[in-house]
């Protein structure tokens, strides 16, 4: 026990997907075509309650895609949250707009009231537009992410971005499965609640396709400017197919049939897998509960959270140990962890931009640690983990 590596967050993939990816290689279907993708992106859509869903090959590909949809374009700014991982934001830029980072609140998602004072405060809205008095740019829209698979409060985001006519993007790629068991989006799957969400398969998500990602909305018209655009625009009557017409610059972004062959798969696991990370947390908070000076996040009790990271709060002081000193003594030991991101309004590309009022998501920065969450993680391991934090 004690020789072995204790993984942070690795796939649980069938053996029998060979089957599946045998199918794909002798029919030749191993690229953007093929019976998979389809199935996929119907199976999906029905687990999260919509009429349908759009593959593409990475979740910052369908973000990507999706803020385009939406109007983001050069010279806009885009309100986003500064505690997530980097891909939620890249792609405002890659659409030349500028993002304004916001701070979060204790479940680390976006925090609402930074967010409403920022519109208030820092902006005028003359109707039709919210234009940023700092920089005389409009605000087209929010990047929501739903950290770890909490839930950023919806309810208040969307008055928001009615109040403001701000589009909204839910980044749910770490929040497939999750959703709302109370209040006005009862019964709502992240990323089917705002305008557009979108999911990733990537190798460390609940459920993983190697890399992938899916779009969603309840707006068929902007699903089908998603499959549009991923299939680098590329007209589909028989006539244009046949001579390659194009009717906008699109992005080769589809879902590879060998990834969709994993992901129809998986997504039959995917309640499965949700039970186990519930169950395994428990595990974690009853070991550590007696533990001063940590604590393990909780997750809203508003949601059917799909508990995908399991993060802890170190309190320096009153644990007699540093979140990096833990950090290093748990990696000694074989067990892999990591802290939370490093703020993206401090990373390189990024520290010229605007933030408002980024206070909490510091100190979270500062002393959250994630520890082990893969589905295959046993009893004893996790109870291993805990043993190693309390011999400090
Ligand atoms: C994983 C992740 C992404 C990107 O997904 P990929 O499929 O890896 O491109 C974007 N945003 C957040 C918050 C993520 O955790």
């Known amino acids: 026990m004690d020789k072995k590596q204790i993984q942070l967050s690795v796939p649980n993939l069938d053996i029998e997907i060979v089957e599946s990816l045998r199918e794909c290689i002798e029919t030749g279907w191993v690229s953007t075509g093929g019976r998979f993708i389809g199935e996929f992106e119907r199976k999906t859509a029905q687990y999260v309650g919509i009429a349908d869903a759009v593959s593409a090959q990475s979740g910052t590909a369908g973000l990507h895609v999706a ?25 405002v830029k890659y659409l030349g707009a500028e993002p304004v980072f916001m701070d979060c609140d204790d479940s680390f998602c976006m925090d609402v009231d930074k967010l409403e004072q920022f519109c208030q405060e820092e902006c005028i809205f ?58 006005r ?37 902007y699903l089908d400017e998603a499959r549009y655009l991923t299939i ?61 000076g940590i604590r ?31 950090m290093h003594r748990l990696i000694q030991n074989g067990i892999q962890c990591r802290p939370v991101w490093k703020l993206i309004h401090t990373l390189e590309p990024y520290i010229n931009a605007q933030n408002y009022k980024i206070a909490k998501a510091v100190d979270y920065a500062d002393h959250i640690l994630n520890v082990p969450c893969s589905t295959n993680l046993t009893s004893e391991e996790i109870k291993y983990v805990c043993k190693i934090i309390k011999e400090k």
């Open 296 to 326: 393990i996040i909780p997750f809203k009790e508003d949601i059917r959270a799909n508990h995908w990271f399991y993060s802890l709060y170190i309190d320096n002081e009153r644990f007699g140990e540093s979140r990096n000193e833990l």
């Open 67 to 91: 803020l385009r949809i939406l109007g983001i374009s050069a010279g806009d700014e885009v309100l986003v949250p500064t505690l997530t991982f980097v891909a939620a934001v890249n792609p």
């Open 126 to 183: 003359d109707g039709a537009k919210l234009i940023d008095k700092k920089t005389g740019k409009t605000i087209k829209a929010i990047v929501v992410v739903h950290i770890f698979g909490n839930l950023a409060d919806m309810e208040r985001i969307m008055d928001i971005s009615q109040k403001y006519n701000l589009k909204v993007l839910e980044d749910a790629t770490e929040a497939l499965g999750s959703y709302y068991k109370e209040g």
């Open 232 to 292: 680098t625009a590329k007209k589909t009557s028989a006539e244009e197919t046949l001579f390659f017409v194009h009717g906008d610059v699109g992005y080769n972004y589809r879902m590879l049939n060998l990834q969709a062959a994993l992901g129809v798969s998986q997504i039959d696991k995917l309640e499965c897998f949700i039970e186990t990370k519930i169950a395994n947390y428990k595990t974690y908070k009853e070991e550590l509960q007696k533990v001063d």
């Open 185 to 221: 989006y009862r019964g709502y799957f992240s990323g089917t609640i705002a305008d557009m969400g979108v999911y990733s398969f990537n190798a460390n998500k609940i459920i993983t396709t190697g890399g992938g990602g899916m779009i969603v909305s309840r707006n068929q018209h």
